[in-house]
């Protein structure tokens, strides 16, 4: 294929497709870009086909080279590794949108892959790479019902801007990815800061212009290369196998479906039903040569599915009721707990109905700060949250390890709750919250951001409001529509969209919508975030009647912060030669210490008498000496005839002479003091020059009778020598008798 590009001018920036350039093995390649930031994305199928298995066996996968920006890879062998979670929610925003594009029956191993080779900061790759994913599918072999773009949408000062970069996100109101066909939007997620349904709406609308203008640039490359797409056919199931399977079941098929409202027992239904389609099957097609090659397990399968979708959907259009006997908009009975886990520094257990998320907080320093590093400079989150979903939640038995799946639950419920965690100059921990599903049967995403609200409350997070979310389902054959409130996860597998909003009382703070249906009203949309609002704000109040403000205090087991503010001037003081003293005051009263350009200064611990310690540490090195007051010091070093050098405060040293030890005579320092021995002195001169006359004689009782010796020196008027007398000049008189005894020969 020759080489061919096409390019508009895209909200002020060169946007380009170009192709047959680069990578021209693949069935389809595209290079985007964007100002200085490009994004190769190829996509191949496998020659051979895979008829046994039972799902659409599509891989999509996001990576960034760490040269695109001019950085080095991180770790010991300097070479990227796994993927990041950055990485992965971003291999997930492209895949969302063009899995529904491709024939569910396509039988060939597909790979869709994104690499980010050149990085602009203003410039974010992620949307890029889905509409690159999109082009290469058309251009390719494999089956594609595309175009489809992704763009960005931020809202500064009441403006859309689309695809804003990573500062204008800073002061945006609004951060959502939407992705769509030229007639419908297919997904959303993203995060916003308490915007109402209307301006969800809005952001939807003006995201779809855009998204139309990026189609068509996908149109016309296309339009431009000769396109030949492989052959394939979805295979029909014959009718007489249907046939048989229906007959086998469509009685029990029924009655179970009205009947049965527990998970578990739906679960046992469906098995045995599904056993006995096979059973029906296998003697229907025993010893007939034209059926002699098919899977009847997987038709069997596959037929039942249809037919208990089937049935599902038209119990809920025509009859109005449930799978579990609930109403259209009736949520699942509610329960809250908080400070379950004595020794966590917050926690709290929601569950709503047959989901269950055990939510777990934890206090931390700067240190435990969440590092970040990918294409942008290095930063770090000090609020966080992961979503674990162990196989027993769901009473299955597999591997344990953190899929895409936890990961992008995880970050939904994380973006939800990020509006309300207050400033770290309120409170100046680092948060993480760690929701555990023990139970799952629909929304366990939703699920945990209604245990973090309430597990952070618990450990005493001054968040601004509560959040709670709520996973909303459509059903819509024509004319006839059913939007579900809190669906079970029976009712995401047979709806046509899936949509979970999270917010405050006050709007919304997150949301994510697949959807799976082409041209969906927007009327249908409005109401179904109304319908939402209601139910977020019943399951809000269900919430605050367990807990509607944070405790008054954190965890005993939590770290204690104490902060004060220091002359900027004393900074080096504190932090010392290479780290030294900083390093030797945390290890000594077993604190952590922050200290900032500005003076603020925080010391953590987990107890008083660790702050204490540190608290005279630091007190020492701010504490201005003054004459005339009694030290606690160390003995530093010792010069014999001469007198001892005391450090009296934390990097302040004086002398303290040998006529000022005792009042006795002393002849041997190593007599009454040795080095690191603690003694008590006073301070009896500060020196122009800023040196430190310091007496220990002074802090003694004075002997009865006691007569100061006769200085030799002058009065003051002499000048510096009565300044000596004062600290010495006695025992000059007493030991210049002793003075020859103490020199060698004469020479």
């Known amino acids: 294929m020759a080489k061919q590009e096409v390019s508009i001018n895209f909200d002020g920036k060169e946007y380009s497709l170009q192709t047959g350039h680069l990578a021209r093995f693949a069935s389809g390649s595209v290079m985007v870009r964007c100002g200085d930031t490009m994004v190769l994305v190829t996509a191949v199928a496998d020659e051979k086909a895979s008829p046994e298995i039972d799902y659409l066996p599509l891989q999509v996968e996001y990576r960034e080279k760490s040269s695109a920006a001019g950085k080095f890879p991180g770790g010991f062998l300097k070479r990227e590794g796994r993927p990041s979670d950055h990485e992965v929610l971003c291999s997930r925003l492209i895949d969302r949108p063009i899995r529904p594009m491709i024939p569910k029956t396509w039988p060939y191993e597909t790979q869709v892959l994104a690499t980010v080779f050149s990085f602009e900061p203003d410039v974010d790759p992620d949307t890029l790479g889905m509409v690159g994913a999109s082009a290469a599918l058309m251009l390719s072999d494999i089956p594609f019902e595309g175009p489809v773009s992704e ?274 100059s309120v409170f100046p921990y680092t948060i993480r919250v760690v929701s555990e599903i023990l139970e799952s049967n629909g929304s366990s995403s939703m699920a945990t951001v209604c245990s973090g609200t309430l597990s952070l409350l618990d450990a005493g997070v001054p968040i601004k409001k509560s959040v709670a979310g709520i996973a909303m389902g459509l059903i819509k054959e024509e004319e006839d529509v059913a939007i579900l409130s809190d669906i079970l996860g029976d009712e995401d597998f047979l709806g046509d969209m899936d949509f979970k909003v999270a917010g405050t009382s006050d709007g919304i703070t997150a949301c994510q919508m697949d959807i799976k249906i082409e041209g969906l009203p927007i009327e249908i949309m409005r109401r179904a975030l109304e319908q939402a609002r209601q139910g977020r704000l019943h399951i809000l109040g269900i919430m605050n009647d367990t807990i509607s403000q944070p405790r008054e205090d954190i965890s005993p087991y939590a770290p204690r912060f104490t902060v004060l503010t220091v002359p900027t001037d004393k900074i080096g003081a504190i932090i010392g030669t290479g780290g030294e003293t900083i390093r030797g005051i945390t290890q000594k009263a077993g604190v952590e210490i922050k200290i900032d350009d500005d003076g603020t200064l925080t010391i953590a611990s987990t107890s008083k008498e660790s702050t204490d310690i540190a608290l005279e540490e630091i007190n020492g090195i701010l504490r201005v000496p003054e004459e005339g007051e009694v030290y606690e010091g160390t003995v530093k070093e010792i010069r014999e005839g001469m007198g001892a050098f005391i450090e009296f405060l934390p990097k302040k040293q004086g002398l303290l002479h040998i006529s000022q030890m005792a009042y006795e005579r002393v002849n041997n320092i190593s007599d009454v003091m040795k080095v690191g021995d603690k003694v008590e002195v006073k301070l009896l001169e500060i020196t122009p020059d800023g040196k430190f006359r310091l007496s220990r004689r002074a802090t003694m009782p004075e002997p009865e009778g006691w007569v100061e010796p006769e200085s030799t020196y002058r009065s003051s008027s002499g000048g510096n020598r009565d300044r000596r007398s004062s600290g010495g000049g006695g025992r000059d008189r007493r030991s210049s008798g002793n003075r020859d005894n103490q020199r060698g020969p004469r020479r």
């Open 151 to 424: 763009v960005r949408v931020g809202r500064i000062n009441g403006e859309f801007v689309v695809n804003p970069s990573h500062e204008q996100l800073k002061e945006s109101d609004i951060d959502m990815t939407i992705a769509g066909t030229d007639t419908s939007i297919v997904m959303v997620e993203g995060e916003s800061k308490e915007i109402s349904e209307q301006d969800f709406l809005d952001t939807l609308e003006f995201a779809h212009s855009k998204i139309k203008i990026l189609n068509d640039l996908q149109k016309q490359l296309v339009a431009k290369c000769e396109v030949v797409k492989r052959d394939f056919v979805e295979k029909e199931i014959p009718a007489e196998i249907s046939d048989t399977v229906m007959n086998a079941v469509k009685e029990e098929l029924h009655d179970y479906i009205y009947s049965v409202t527990s998970k578990n027992e739906r679960k046992a239904h469906r098995t045995r039903l599904k056993e006995l389609a096979l059973e029906k099957l296998t003697e229907f097609t025993a010893n007939k040569e034209e059926y002699s090659e098919l899977n009847l397990e997987a038709l069997a399968e596959e037929i039942f599915s249809k037919l208990e979708k089937k049935e599902m959907r038209a119990m809920i259009l025509k009859d109005k009721k449930r799978l579990d006997g609930r109403g259209l908009t009736d949520i699942r009975p509610i329960s809250c707990e908080v400070g379950i886990l004595p020794r966590s520094h917050g926690s709290a257990l929601f569950t709503r109905g047959e989901t269950q998320s055990l939510g777990m907080v934890t206090l931390g320093t700067n240190r435990d700060d969440q590092m970040i590093d990918g294409l942008l400079p290095t930063y770090t989150n000090r609020f966080y949250l992961h979503y674990n979903f162990p196989p027993y939640s769901t009473g299955e038995v597999k591997r344990l390890g953190t899929g895409r799946r936890e990961i992008g639950h995880g970050h939904l419920a994380e973006r939800a709750l990020k509006f309300v965690i207050p400033e770290e």
